[in-house]
């Protein structure tokens, strides 16, 4: 083909059935064809993966002499392409009917594929060849067998066309690498890893391979036992996924005749782009569990004075209650008993699993009506409020609720008790990241999303096991690698994305501030800071560059353990790279050097002019759903919505004026761990908690205990019985997530809606409907009819939520900052010309390296990591209700290195004994190469061994987060 001027334009034209198009130059037939409404059937193709060409089925004529596969063949300029004839056509039936051919028995095909039909036989419907594809009379299949192994997929070798779709999904969408092709001609199969079962493979049940999949080889199994029907039949309501902060878009198809979820399945979002992660895609049915609290609950006269309520949340049969021979309290229960006096009745014993026992902790509360523990907790809170005053009242919000819900949370709490004593887990996960991030420029949010990764030259992961915590995001950065961004991970654990990493960087815990002084100090050295970005966009360089000039690499490497050599690589990628971003989690966060640990990822964008440019920023990964959404509301005791100062008496007077009411606190609030101590000394007496079991999730379990106990009064609003619910005086049935409307707020600032997929069961309620009812019953001229009224009352006070309406967020969310209601999909990058501070300047703030507050020691050698696991989340409430997830990680592990556990004689499967200064749990052990000698780690999921037992609740000076990833601990092999 001769070259036209049109080429040089970068621009092809062609002729398709007659009809002239134009499209970029390398634009395959088959989307040239498609975007001129021309349909060219196909198998092996799909437009999310790079085409291979080998089904055939798209086969066009474009005058050669043989026909050619449109999905790979480039339009050039000048052709002529037909798309169908009879010729075509002929080609394509027999195509289709020697792939039915070797079908199972259509007595065996799916009611339901991922991509909703079986597309082989719609082909073969289309082609004429009958709803079963002609396969009657035909031999039954190719007696390749089935795999059955996986607890959430069937996989049916017969019905496989080994187009390799699943293949591509696995390696080239989510970077799982699992599925290849195991053996020769006729008896050739798709094989995970070395043929392994799925089950026993290294996949990780994202059913990426599912979605992909375009026969019934790859289905989904029915995980609450109900028949999936066809999807025809379904009901679809896109939502939003219920778990962590990359907030994956996903549609739940309903079996409205039985009131259930049938399955879930990715959809289109310019963030997740139709992506999931085992949780979003199978970790849905908690919320029809039969333990789902369904009526108000109010605590038995009998059952006072006031304590846990089950054995082991007590810590009568903890193995910490053994911790007292240690001179530990952690079997001590808030009713005075003693571990060794409930011991005496024989039922020492380990606990079999995972839930909080019912049948031990129901018979102490009465069933009540909405009216009667609504009017009692309004009169408790109200009392204690007229006695002890703002300070005695405390609220916990929950970062899984929606943003009406946390708006409304705070403000009851603010506007009906006076007090700033507002607050919920970010505190526990990025509470420092937004300390210096404010401190700094002046935003709490992520300046860049994680999809644009794709535009870094080089991207720091660091402090985060990302394919466990964020597993969508990082398919992305794994899809980014292998389009050229150089990724750098930095973390104690060698985790998975150390496997897809250019540089892993294995430092010792706790001296991420030495790692990254050490790096800019040699960024420094060579002369690759950006001049002109520092001259002009930021403040105290200069103190800066004399901190970290105490940090040459050979003494980082003295502190960190990682070698000079290597810092002084990572130095040069990064000082030299065109836009390097960094994701951080909370291995940077949850330190007492938290915040120090944030500035100095801060620093090393500023100095390098790695903020405000596409492909290049600062983003911590959000933890929970509406972590981001939740802080945005106001729900932190320093910040009113839209981080506006708590304790600036302009601000006050504004919110007064906005609500229309007086007095608001004029000073900032308690943190989670403020109230607890608060509640041990007796300070917050009345306490309401929503969506939160700090029992589990705070550190040190045996004070939260003590103080959760101490309590006069506690409100427990929550979807199931939780540990913190033993000491509720009130238990009100919550709604989950799929019952009710509502906006989210993502790691990326992208809001989304979030709709309604089924009714709350029993007398359940809309949690923003039950905070309103206490609103009024304190006196609170409240009516509010919907969550579309909150949000537009939301936004007038969140100038940061302007131009977001429930109409314009469609099914994608939007991005905030939105600059106008039309804008598509709202800022990716933010601060392209300066900061959120008062000068506009990026505040450089140098930090010095500091030890972690416990130190291994002889008597307690090891380093204790605590974190989560891929399968579970947060204290498990969900999650362990999940027939797939708990299935799948049913067991509390501690993590240690083959050779720690050749040290202390253990092997996989033993049960160990972890033991620290506050307690000791017993747990099976999980002999892992990604563990450096000397750390362990434990997952914090796992009640019957609660990781919190262990770890010290010293905090963060400026962002008040607990230590959940350093405190000394000693192993044993258990006696039992
Ligand atoms: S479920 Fe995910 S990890 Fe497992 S084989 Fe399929 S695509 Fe790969
Ligand atoms: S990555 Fe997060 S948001 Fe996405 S499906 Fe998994 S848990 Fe849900």
């Not at 509010?784 to 940061?800: A, H, L």
């Not at 130190?855 to 605590?866: A, H, I, K, R, S």
Request: aromatic share 8%; proline share 6%; glycine share 10%.
């Amino acid at each position: 083909m001769a070259i036209t001027a049109q080429e040089s334009t970068g621009t092809v034209t062609l002729t398709i059935d007659g009809r002239e198009v134009t499209a970029p130059e390398g634009t395959t037939i088959w989307a040239a064809a498609k975007a001129a409404g021309i349909d060219i059937p196909v198998l092996c193709h799909d437009e999310r993966f790079d085409p291979v060409g080998v089904c055939r089925m798209c086969v066009v004529d474009v005058g050669a002499p043989a026909f050619a596969a449109s999905c790979v063949r480039a339009c050039e300029n000048g052709m002529q392409v037909r798309t169908d004839s009879p010729e075509i056509g002929r080609s394509r039936t027999m195509l289709t009917r020697m792939l039915v051919s070797d079908q199972p028995p259509a007595e065996r095909d799916p009611k339901q594929t991922t991509t909703g039909d079986n597309e082989l036989l719609a082909l073969a419907e289309r082609f004429g060849l009958g709803q079963d594809g002609g396969r009657a009379g035909l031999p039954a299949g190719s007696g390749r067998g089935a795999d059955l192994s996986s607890p959430v997929i069937a996989v049916d070798h017969d019905a496989c066309i080994l187009c390799d779709r699943c293949v591509r999904a696995c390696d080239d969408i989510q970077g799982n690498d699992v599925i290849g092709r195991s053996g020769k001609g006729y008896a050739t199969l798709i094989a995970f890893d070395l043929r392994d079962p799925m089950g026993a493979s290294s996949c990780v049940s994202c059913g990426e391979c599912v979605a992909a999949c375009p026969t019934g080889a790859l289905t989904n199994k029915p995980i609450n036992m109900i028949p999936i029907r066809p999807r025809a039949e379904l009901d679809a309501v896109d939502t939003v996924c219920p778990y962590c902060g990359v907030g994956c878009a996903l549609t739940y198809y309903v079996d409205r005749d039985k009131g259930a979820i049938a399955y879930a399945d990715g959809r289109e979002q310019p963030g997740s782009q139709g992506r999931l992660c085992v949780k979003g895609r199978y970790g849905w049915d908690y919320a029809a569990s039969p333990q789902r609290l369904t009526v108000p609950l109010i605590r038995r006269d009998s059952s006072y004075p006031k304590g846990a309520l089950s054995a082991d949340v007590r810590g009568d049969m903890a193995a910490g209650g053994e911790a007292n021979d240690h001179g530990m309290t952690a079997g001590a229960g808030p009713n005075g008993s003693s571990p060794k006096e409930k011991r005496k009745g024989g039922k020492r014993g380990r606990r079999p699993g995972g839930l909080v026992d019912y049948a031990e902790v129901l018979p102490h509360f009465r069933e009540a009506t909405w009216d009667e523990a609504l009017d009692l907790i309004a009169a408790r809170l109200t009392a204690i409020y007229a006695d002890g005053g703002p300070a005695a009242i405390a609220g916990f919000g929950s970062a899984k609720c929606s943003n009406e819900e946390a708006y409304l949370f705070q403000k009851l709490i603010r506007t009906g008790f006076h007090t700033n004593n507002v607050d919920h887990c970010t505190r526990l996960c990025h509470a420092s990241s937004v300390a210096a991030l404010f401190e700094g420029i002046g935003s709490g949010a992520v300046s860049t999303t994680y999809g644009d990764i794709r535009n870094a030259g080089v991207a720091i992961v660091t402090g985060s096991n990302s394919t466990a915590n964020h597993p969508v995001a990082s398919s992305f950065f794994k899809q980014a690698r292998r389009n050229g961004t150089t990724i750098i991970y930095v973390d104690p654990r060698a985790d998975r994305m150390a496997d897809h990493a250019d540089i892993y960087c294995q430092l010792k815990p706790g001296t991420d501030v030495a790692f990254y002084n050490g790096i800019m100090h040699e960024v420094i050295r060579l002369g690759l800071t950006d001049e002109e970005y520092i001259r002009t966009r930021t403040s105290n360089f200069e103190a800066l560059k004399a901190t970290v000039a105490a940090y040459p690499p050979k003494r980082a490497e003295q502190i960190t353990g990682v070698p000079a050599d290597i810092i002084r690589q990572v130095a040069r990628a990064w000082g030299e790279t065109r836009a390097g971003i960094i994701f951080w989690g909370m291995g940077i966060s949850q330190h007492t050097t938290g915040t120090d640990n944030a500035r100095c990822l801060i620093a090393m964008c500023a100095i390098t002019g790695n903020i405000g440019k596409p492909g290049a920023g600062l983003h911590p990964l959000r933890g929970q759903n509406n972590v981001q959404g939740a802080s945005d509301m106001g729900l932190i005791p320093m910040f009113y919505p839209d981080y506006q100062k708590a304790d600036d008496p302009g601000v006050k007077a504004a919110f007064e004026a906005a609500w229309g009411t007086g007095d608001l606190d004029p000073k900032r609030g308690l943190t989670v761990t403020e109230i607890i101590g608060s509640a041990l000394k007796g300070g917050v007496r009345g306490m309401y908690m929503l969506g939160e079991n700090p029992f589990l999730s705070d550190p040190n379990i045996n004070k939260v205990r003590k103080a959760l106990a101490k309590l006069d009064f506690l409100v427990v609003q929550d979807i199931f019985l939780t540990e913190t619910a033993e000491f509720a005086d009130v238990i009100l049935p919550a709604s989950s997530y799929m019952e009710k409307d509502g906006t989210y707020t993502n790691t990326d600032r992208r809001v989304q809606l979030g709709r309604k997929v089924l009714d709350p069961p029993g007398q359940a309620r809309v949690d923003w409907q039950v905070v309103q009812d206490i609103a009024r019953r304190i006196g609170l001229d409240w009516h509010y009819e919907s969550s579309r009224q909150i949000f537009e009352e939301m936004v007038t006070v969140i100038p940061s939520y302007q131009n977001l309406t429930y109409d314009n967020l469609g099914l994608s969310g939007k991005l905030y900052p939105n600059p106008d209601p039309e804008h598509s999909d709202g800022t990716v990058v933010m601060f392209t010309d300066k900061f959120n501070t008062d000068d506009g300047l990026a505040h450089l703030v140098p930090a010095e390296w500091l030890p972690a507050k416990e130190l291994p020691d002889e008597e307690y050698p090891f380093v204790l990591n605590t974190g989560r696991m891929l399968e579970h989340w947060h204290t498990g409430t969900m999650t362990r209700r999940s027939y797939a997830l708990d299935t799948i990680a049913p067991k509390a592990l501690v993590f240690v290195s083959p050779d720690d556990a050749a040290w202390l004689g253990l092997e996989d499967g033993d049960l160990a004994r972890v033991i620290s200064r506050r307690g000791a749990i017993e747990l099976e052990t999980k002999v892992s190469h990604r563990e450096a000698p000397g750390n362990c780690f434990i997952p914090f999921h796992f009640r019957e061994a609660a990781a919190n037992l262990l770890t010290i609740d010293e905090i963060d000076p400026w962002g008040k987060i607990p230590e959940f990833k350093f405190c000394a601990v000693r192993i044993e092999k258990a006696r039992g």
